[in-house]
């Protein structure tokens, strides 16, 4: 069975930083891609950053710059540092892979970024 749990959502000031973190298990980790989804409340969820199992990363335009996305493959986690955190980046933040099996998604980590 696939789970993916995030963590490290939360509240914080225009400027600052959070780092959400991805926990999967039921899948073979170092083979599979990893991806950041977001949503905000009326809006489509939108990719944010995805990175591959030899660590190749794309981002998103709107994050460029700003946010990080790494992997552990020890742990079978995936990190996604946000810095320079803006109000538009307020939104659920979603992990997700992509098996052969089809697509698992976690259950979300609220991120809000006050004015």
């Known amino acids: 069975q696939v789970q993916l749990v995030e963590s490290g959502g939360g509240l914080v000031q225009a400027g600052e930083s959070l780092r959400l973190s991805c926990a999967a298990s039921g899948i073979i980790f170092s083979f599979a891609t990893m991806g950041w989804y977001r949503q905000a409340p009326g809006k489509q969820r939108d990719l944010v950053a995805v990175i591959s199992s030899n660590g190749n990363t794309v981002y998103a335009d709107f994050v460029k710059g700003r946010f990080t996305l790494s992997r552990d493959n020890a742990k079978n986690t995936v990190a996604l540092q946000m810095n320079s955190l803006k109000p538009e980046d307020t939104a659920v933040y979603y992990c997700?892979?992509?098996?052969?099996?089809?697509?698992?998604w976690g259950q979300g980590t609220q991120v809000t970024v006050s004015s």
């Open positions: 997700y892979t992509n098996t052969r099996n089809g697509g698992y």
